[in-house]
C-alpha cells in the first residue's frame, strides 16, 4: 500500500513538473536566432533585453497578433546631425501628448490619481530618446502652478501629477548639456494670474534659451536655420493658447504661428485631416509650422503599438496634402515608444528624409548633394545611428531593461497558474 502511494505520488511530480516545463515554455519567450549580445538588429527575433544593438529594445505588439519578442527602434535620429543649415520650419520633430501624464507617476499630494495616462517615461528620457516637442497642460493649484490631466480648466487634488517647475527644470537640464538642441514646449493654458506664467519658466532657469516672439516669423515667412537658432541659443520656443499673453508676457500664441489638425479621435480618421477650431485651415499660408496630432481621445497603452504601425504613414500622407503639401514639423503622439518595429520613429525618419532631400528616409540623405540624391539604402534592418544621449526606459516597454511587453502583467498570470497548479496536483 505504502509503496502504491509513493508510485501515485512521483507519477503526480512528474505530471506537474510537466505541465510547469509547457506552462514556462508558452509565457516566456526563447531564442528563435542566433543572434545576441547586441548583435541583433532592426526587426530581428530577440530573447533578451542585451540582444538588440544600440538604440533599439526588445518588444512585441499583441495588438498586431505579435507573440515573438523584436528589435524595436527605441530612439530617434536627429535630422539635423545628418543635415543641418535648414530653416526650422524645414524639419519634423516628435512631440508627446501629455508628455508629464506618466503611468505610475508618484502621487505627490498623497491622493489617489483618477485620469487617463499618456506617457510611460520621464521627460528627461523622453527627450533623450529623440523627442524634441513636449504638450504641458498648466493649471494654478495650491498657490503653485501644476500639470494636471484635468477638465473644465480646474485642476483637482487626483487629477494633479506635479509642479510644473520640475518638469521645465528636466528641460533645462537637459537644454545645458545638449548645446545644439532645440525643444519646443506647447501649452495647453489655464494660467491666469499675470505674469506667473512667464516668472514660472524664468524660476527654472528657461529664459536663456527663449526664442523672442519678435523673431518669429509672420505670414508664413522661413524660420532661422537651425544653427543661426543654436548661435544665438535660441532653443526653446513655447507657445501658448491664450492670446493675449502674447502681448502680456512675450509668450507666443499658438494658432498665430502654426496650423494644427483635430486632436483625439478626429483627427485619426483614415482619409481625413480636418483642422482644429482655433486653427487656420491647414492649406492657409498665414503659419509656416504645422502640428499634426495622432492619437486617439482615450489612450490604451497595448493600442499604441499596433496604431504606430498600422495607418500612421497613410494618415501622415492625407494631411500633406490637406495642407497643400507642407510636411507636418511636429508629429505628437501618445505612448511615442510602442511599435510593431518601427512606429513613430520611422515616421519621423521618412518625413525628414522627403522634406529635407528628396529621399524615402532621412537616413538616405546627403549632405550638400542635390535634392533627390539619395544613397542606396540597402541593408533596412541595420541599426540607426541615434544621435540621442541614450535614454533608458522606465515603464512597460522598457529600453534595454525587460524582454516583453507588459513583462509584470506576464509574470502575475504566471504566478496564478502556477499557484492552481500547484494546487491540483500536489
Known sequence: MLNHLRGHREESRAIFNGFLTIYLISIFPHP????????????DSCSMPTDCGPGLYCGNCP?????????????????TSIISGLPFNKYTWLVTH???????????NGVQRVTFYNQEDTV???????????????????GDVWLCHSLRGQCYNFTAFEPAINTLKEVEAFLST??????????????????????????????????????????????????DMVKDNYRLLVFTSIESKEADEGIAYQWRYMVENEPGDPGVIQGSCPNRRESWS?????????LQNYFPTFPIEDQACKEHSVGLVELVSTCYKAAGNMMPNFLAVNFYMRS??????????????QNICGCSTVMACQAGAPVGSCKNMTTPNSNPTTSSNGGSFSGYVQ????????????????????????????
Not at 491647414?282 to 504645422?290: G, H, P, R, T, V
Open 98 to 108: 501629455n508628455s508629464f501624464s506618466i503611468v505610475n507617476a508618484p502621487l505627490l
Open 124 to 142: 528627461t528620457n523622453q527627450l533623450l530618446n529623440g523627442v524634441r516637442g513636449l504638450m504641458l497642460d498648466m493649471y494654478e493649484f495650491e
Open 282 to 290: 491647414l492649406n492657409s499660408k498665414k503659419a509656416s509650422l504645422f
Open 340 to 353: 510593431g518595429g518601427q512606429g513613430v520613429f520611422d515616421a519621423i525618419d521618412k518625413m525628414n528624409g
Open 32 to 43: 528563435t536566432s542566433a543572434c545576441s549580445n547586441g548583435n541583433c538588429q532592426l526587426l
Open 63 to 79: 495588438a498586431m497578433g505579435a507573440a515573438q519578442p523584436i528589435c524595436t527602434k527605441g530612439q530617434g535620429i536627429e535630422p
Open 178 to 227: 545638449n548645446p545644439t538642441t532645440i525643444v519646443t514646449i506647447i501649452i495647453e493654458d489655464y494660467v491666469h494670474t499675470p505674469k506667473r506664467l512667464m516668472k514660472l519658466f524664468t524660476d527654472a532657469g528657461l529664459s536663456k534659451y527663449w526664442f523672442p516672439v519678435s523673431k518669429m516669423p509672420r505670414n508664413g515667412g522661413d524660420w532661422p536655420t537651425v544653427n
Open 399 to 426: 529600453l534595454r531593461s525587460a524582454s516583453i511587453v507588459n513583462l509584470p502583467n506576464s509574470f502575475l498570470i504566471y504566478l496564478f497558474h502556477l499557484s492552481l497548479i500547484v494546487m491540483l496536483f500536489l
